[in-house]
């Protein structure tokens, strides 16, 4: 079975900081990975995903992740963080060979301070 | 483009009602999705299109809860006899050929569902 964790409730960062949301995962097979972020009263955007290859990925916004696959982690990372960024974070998982199903994680709240 | 939007934004209903929430995927994308987020938790699958046809349903939780797709583009999610427990927020996503790779799923702005 699937599964993600965010073992963090919520992250604070200062503006210009560099941030890091972590994110583990559980799939039998191999994993396609993606971050999608969500604003108040708005719906899930995508962020960026891992399917092959390079294990950092570059997405939206500025956004990267690193796949590592012995850690079995996908961290979300920003080198300089914006007061923009403060949304709620979902790392989610599928596997490669088991249909089209997300797993979502809970989510990580960031804040970002000015 | 369009998105994909979801009709109603909002839906309050009284216990033992039925409801139906309605999703418009992207246009030409062949897979829908339902999924259900409770608050503080991540969203939860509920239910999976490719076309006309309910490719992966493992994620409803009962016979309560049943998805149509009839045209293979706007789904409606339809709830019988609606408990207090059902209150969430229901997203809907659409991507282009999921047979085909690893597409990232476009989500909507969701339906809110209280049940009182």
Redesign the interface.
């Known amino acids: 079975a699937q599964s993600v964790a965010q073992p963090e409730d919520q992250v604070n960062v200062a503006e210009g900081n560099p941030l890091t949301v972590k994110c583990t995962y559980s799939v039998s097979g191999n994993p396609y990975l993606f971050w999608y972020v969500q604003y108040p009263n708005r719906g899930l955007q995508f962020l960026l995903k891992y399917i092959t290859g390079d294990n950092l990925v570059k997405g939206s916004y500025g956004f990267e992740a690193e796949f590592n696959k012995s850690q079995t982690s996908f961290h979300l990372k920003k080198p300089s963080a914006l007061v923009s960024d403060s949304a709620l974070y979902f790392c989610a998982v599928r596997d490669m060979e088991y249909g089209n199903k997300l797993v979502f994680g809970a989510g990580t709240i960031l804040r970002v301070k000015s | 483009g369009a998105?994909?939007s979801q009709t109603p934004s909002n839906k309050v209903t009284e216990k033992g009602k039925y409801v139906e929430l309605r999703c418009d995927p992207i246009s030409g994308h062949t897979?829908l999705?339902w999924?259900r987020q409770s608050l503080?938790?991540?969203?939860?699958?509920l239910i999976?299109f490719q076309g006309t046809g309910a490719?992966?349903d493992?994620?409803l939780p009962n016979d309560r809860f049943f998805a149509v797709r009839p045209e293979g583009s706007v789904s409606t999610l339809k709830i019988q006899r609606t408990e207090r427990g059902d209150s969430a927020v229901y997203?809907c996503?659409s991507?282009p050929r999921?047979l085909r790779?690893?597409d990232?799923?476009?989500?909507?702005?969701?339906t809110r569902l209280t049940v009182l």
Request: aromatic share 20%; hydrophobic share 30%; glycine share 24%.
């Open positions: 998105g994909v897979a999705y999924y503080g938790q991540g969203p939860e699958f999976y490719a992966d493992s994620g997203l996503a991507s999921p790779g690893p990232e799923q476009f989500f909507g702005p969701g």
